[in-house]
Structure formats: structure tokens, C-alpha cells
T-cell receptor, first 113, second 113 residues
């Protein structure tokens, strides 16, 4: 089955700095890679996703990059703000079908004012 | 945030008791999932269902049971056989034609006294 490794487990930055979270996956059949943000005590919510037919996707201050050859993908947050503080989860799955997404263990991002 | 609900928000149980967590969605999603979340463990899949009257075990199904009698509902029972049930439980749903983006409920925090 799929195995997703996520690093680092904790990331502390100063407001305005950039933050990068990295994930690797094992199954070459995976072709859908979402990122979820979970604020303290709340539900995870999708913030950005990427499919295997593209290498990069941006949405304002967040971007995701995908390297299918190396089987890794990364979340980039620029100009971090205190409200970016949360736990971020990556996941890998196939698009459609009955394949179940596999989640990384999460990264706790702390943005210091 | 609407569309998928969980109840109760907090639940206390004595050892040896079974307890059922509710999950309802009005998103017309085919698939529903139950995850357990512990600190540093990420999201671990307990059970999932792709269609009414059918469900499959996830990675940590022991001590849990589910049913899927209606498309909208996917209750989870935590039985007395679950050795360490204190955790945050998340229900999710998805449709296949948008990839496997998952929509999460607000969660139930179960504490065994």
C-alpha cells in the first residue's frame, strides 16, 4: 500500500518568513496530492491540491510543487502570518476509483509575531 | 463548513461501555470515512464505505464497528474491545468525480473515564 512521509513534524518561523513542508510517497500510481490545514480544535480543510499532470500550482501565498520522478511534493507558504499557525497534512491517492487517501503525520507550523 | 455534521462534540464513556458516534452528510457524497486522530499520529483510517450497505476495514479497525444503511449516515460504534479509545474522531465524505478531496466533520472528542 501507499506510504506517505511528512517532514518536519514541527516548524517554527517568524512572521514574514517562508515555510516549506515536504512529503514523499511510495506508490507511483498515486496521482492526486491534497494539502489540508487544521487549526486548533477544528476540522481539517483542503487548502490546495495538485494532480500528477502538473508540476506546480499557486494560490496567493501558498504553492505546491510535485516531482513525480522523485515521488515527492512540497507545500510552500510565503510571507507567513500568525493565522497560518496550524497543523498541515499532506496526502496521496488516485483520482477516482476506490483508492483511499493516505495521510502524512502532519506538521505543526508556528508563526511567531 | 456545513454539509457534514458529527455529534456529540464531546463524549465521556466509562470503561466497558459501547458508545456510538454519529456522522451525517447532506452533500450527496458516495464515500464516507472514519479517522482517529492522536497527537503526532496524523489521521488513521478506521473504516470506510464507498456505497450504501458496504464498508471496509481501514488500518485500525479492531474494537470498532460501523453501518451504512443510508447514504447520508455512517455511525461509528466504539466497543469495549477497543483498548485505548480516548481520541479525537473525525468523519469525512467525498465524491469521486472531483478526485478524492475529503470534506471533514467537526469531530467528536471521546474520553474514557
Amino acid at each position: 500500500g501507499e506510504n506517505v512521509e511528512q517532514h518536519p513534524s514541527t516548524l517554527s518561523v517568524q512572521e514574514g518568513d517562508s515555510a516549506v513542508i515536504k512529503c514523499t510517497y511510495s506508490d507511483s500510481a498515486s496521482n492526486y496530492f491534497p494539502w489540508y490545514k487544521q487549526e486548533l480544535g477544528k476540522r481539517p480543510q483542503l487548502i490546495i491540491d495538485i494532480r500528477s499532470n502538473v508540476g506546480e500550482k499557486k494560490d496567493q501565498r501558498i504553492a505546491v510543487t510535485l516531482n513525480k520522478t522523485a515521488k515527492h511534493f512540497s507545500l510552500h507558504i510565503t510571507e507567513t502570518q500568525p493565522e497560518d499557525s496550524a497543523v498541515y497534512f499532506c496526502a496521496a491517492s488516485t483520482s477516482g476509483g476506490s483508492y483511499i487517501p493516505t495521510f502524512g503525520r502532519g506538521t505543526s507550523l508556528i508563526v511567531h509575531p | 463548513d456545513g454539509g457534514i455534521t458529527q455529534s456529540p462534540k464531546y463524549l465521556f464513556r466509562k470503561e466497558g461501555q459501547n458508545v456510538t458516534l454519529s456522522c451525517e452528510q447532506n452533500l450527496n457524497h458516495d464515500a464516507m470515512y472514519w479517522y482517529r486522530q492522536d497527537p503526532g499520529q496524523g489521521l488513521r483510517l478506521i473504516y470506510y464505505s464507498q456505497i450504501v450497505n458496504d464498508f471496509q476495514k481501514g488500518d485500525i479497525a479492531e474494537g470498532y464497528s460501523v453501518s451504512r444503511e443510508k447514504k447520508e449516515s455512517f455511525p461509528l460504534t466504539v466497543t469495549s474491545a477497543q483498548k485505548n479509545p480516548t481520541a479525537f474522531y473525525l468523519c469525512a465524505s467525498s465524491i469521486k468525480r472531483k478526485g478524492n478531496e475529503q470534506f471533514f466533520g467537526p469531530g467528536t472528542r471521546l474520553t474514557v473515564l
